[in-house]
């Protein structure tokens, strides 16, 4: 009678556990969208209707997202405006619109833990909203990654920032970042040290690997206007379900894998993935992944590819990729003509993924091998909340701690296809 009574309680002790993860995971929702054919619509709107106003001695270039903020003269006294330009799945990142100006004056990055009032780092750490700007020219040479808060614009326009020659951005678990106007270059790894990531908490991070912009379970995050290259790792990488992102008007250069959306084919959370890739260059000394897309959803329009020396567009895992008035230029190269690549899947199982091309303009023999299909896009529904929260790299992360142990070995999984 007691052993039943014991495992009676045992019983309803697992049954509310698990309701209270189901509830977690209900209200854990994703800034993923259930359809975003509705998104790629209105980007082809908005394209639509700047190009019916190009100017001959206007500002108007046909480009939805300059022509909405640079046809201002004063411009500079509405810096602000520019949070309301975006387009595609991150264009309601607002960045700090709704915060303080914040003006950078002081180049350095002496102390990740203690940062300096004035430094990018103490900027972006701050728990307010902010909109940061900079004082004149400078090269940032950070001492460790930068980990940025929510709601932060960094606006470089009207000067010319560089951030360089050390540790770059991250992006991790934080929502509406905009970066704008910043030449993002030479990134290197660092780590194993101490670095502050709110004006309340530092934690010691591992190696990070060297990314112009690591986007890590963020979301509402729109990077326009940077120029990046040569970087240890990858130019821009979005994974651990990272959605509602655009990445616009950027000038990539000078470097191996430059996009990687998505790090593991078995990350099903990925498939809330959706990416705007719009109105940039791909340029010289590129060899591949203009993106390398997992899961997810990938509107890639109006980008000028002049340089690849693989392939393009590449993806595994049934991404829906979606390539509409782009240029495509292709190589010398005799057997690097395709644009696209499915990478490590038989053709069995890539013929039922839907990657389909209109408008595409194609150069120099230039191919999109195309599958359309419909309706294979469906947002993740499983029940795993916090799943992605062991894979921060912050040793004394709550999430990291209260995870289980599948958790770390799905993690250890995911750092491995990192690196492969
Ligand atoms: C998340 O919630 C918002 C509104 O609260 C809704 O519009 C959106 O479709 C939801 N996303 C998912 C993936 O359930
Ligand atoms: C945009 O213009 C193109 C070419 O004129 C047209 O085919 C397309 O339907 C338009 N799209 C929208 C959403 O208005």
């Given at each position: 009678m007691a052993n039943s009574s014991i495992v009676l309680g045992y019983f309803l002790f697992v049954v509310i556990l698990a309701g209270l993860e189901f509830v977690r995971a209900q209200s854990?929702?994703?800034?993923?969208?259930?359809?975003p054919e509705m998104v790629v619509e209105m980007v082809e709107r908005s394209i639509n209707s700047s190009r019916r106003q190009l100017g001959y001695f206007s500002c108007g270039t046909g480009n939805p997202i300059d022509d909405c903020w640079r046809c201002d003269p004063d411009w500079e006294r509405n810096r602000k405006r520019l949070a309301d330009c975006g387009i595609g799945?991150?264009?309601?990142?607002?960045?700090?619109?709704?915060g303080r100006f914040y003006v950078v004056t002081d180049p350095r990055d002496d102390d990740p833990v203690n940062p300096r009032p004035g430094t990018l780092r103490h900027a972006v750490i701050q728990t307010e909203p902010l909109w940061i700007i900079f004082q004149r020219d400078m090269v940032i040479m950070l001492k460790e990654e930068l980990i940025m808060n929510s709601y932060k614009t960094i606006d470089g326009r009207g000067v010319n920032v560089h951030i360089a020659n050390g540790p770059c951005i991250t992006v991790q678990y934080v929502t509406n970042i905009i970066i704008h106007g910043i030449h993002i270059h030479d990134c290197r790894p660092a780590g194993n040290a101490m670095v502050r990531s709110t004006p309340s908490h530092y934690g010691w991070r591992t190696m990070c690997d060297g990314d112009g912009v690591s986007i890590f379970g963020g979301s509402h995050v729109w990077v326009d206007h940077c120029s990046l290259s040569n970087c240890a790792d990858g130019l821009i990488d979005a994974i651990m379900?990272?959605?509602a992102i655009t990445i616009s008007n950027n000038h990539f250069t000078h470097h191996d894998k430059v996009l990687l959306l998505g790090?593991?084919?078995?990350?099903?959370?990925?498939?809330?993935m959706q990416v705007t890739i719009a109105y940039n260059h791909f340029g010289e000394g590129l060899v591949q992944r203009m993106p390398r897309c997992r899961h997810g959803y990938f509107h890639v329009v109006n980008n000028d590819y002049t340089h690849w020396e693989m392939y393009a567009i590449g993806g595994s895992a049934n991404p829906t990729i979606n390539s509409e008035g782009n240029r495509y230029l292709a190589p010398v190269d005799r057997f690097a003509k395709e644009v696209t690549k499915r990478v490590e899947t038989s053709h069995g199982r890539w013929k039922h993924w839907n990657w389909r091309s209109q408008g595409d303009l194609f150069l120099n023999g230039a191919f999109f091998h195309q599958v359309r299909r419909r309706g294979v896009f469906q947002l993740y529904k499983g029940l795993e909340p916090g799943s992605q929260a062991c894979v921060s790299r912050e040793i004394s992360d709550w999430k990291c701690r209260s995870s289980r142990l599948p958790k770390r070995v799905t993690l250890l999984k995911a750092i491995k296809a990192r690196i492969a």
């Open positions: 854990s929702n994703s800034s993923a969208v259930e359809d799945f991150g264009r309601n990142a607002i960045g700090g619109r709704n379900a990272s959605t790090h593991n084919d078995d990350y099903a959370q990925d498939k809330n």
